[in-house]
Nanobody
């Protein structure tokens, strides 16, 4: 059974930082591209950051220079370090694991940034 479990969300003031974690089980983690998406109320889900199995990364323009994705294959965990948070970063953040046509999602963790 595949599980992706996010943690680390919460309420933070603008300019603050949070680190999200996503622990995966049931997959060969090192082979998967791992990513973070977010969805704000009334908006479509959007890619925040993604890291391939080889370590390549890509980021949404809106978070470049502020967010950093990383992974620890030994712990089957992917992280999202979020710095200089803005109110517009408020959303539910979802972890995803993808390989070929397989795409798994976590249940999401809420990030709220107050102004």
């Amino acid at each position: 059974q595949v599980q992706l479990v996010e943690s680390g969300g919460g309420l933070v003031q603008a300019g603050g930082s949070l680190r999200l974690s996503c622990a995966a089980s049931g997959i060969r983690f090192s082979l998967y591209a791992m990513g973070w998406y977010r969805q704000a109320p009334g908006k479509q889900r959007e890619l925040v950051a993604k890291m391939g199995s080889g370590g390549s990364t890509n980021y949404a323009d809106s978070v470049k220079g502020r967010f950093t994705i990383s992974r620890d294959n030994a712990k089957s965990t992917v992280y999202l370090q979020m710095n200089s948070l803005k109110p517009e970063d408020t959303a539910a953040y979802y972890c995803t694991g993808q390989i070929g046509s397989r795409n798994y999602w976590g249940q999401g963790t809420q990030v709220t940034v107050s102004s």
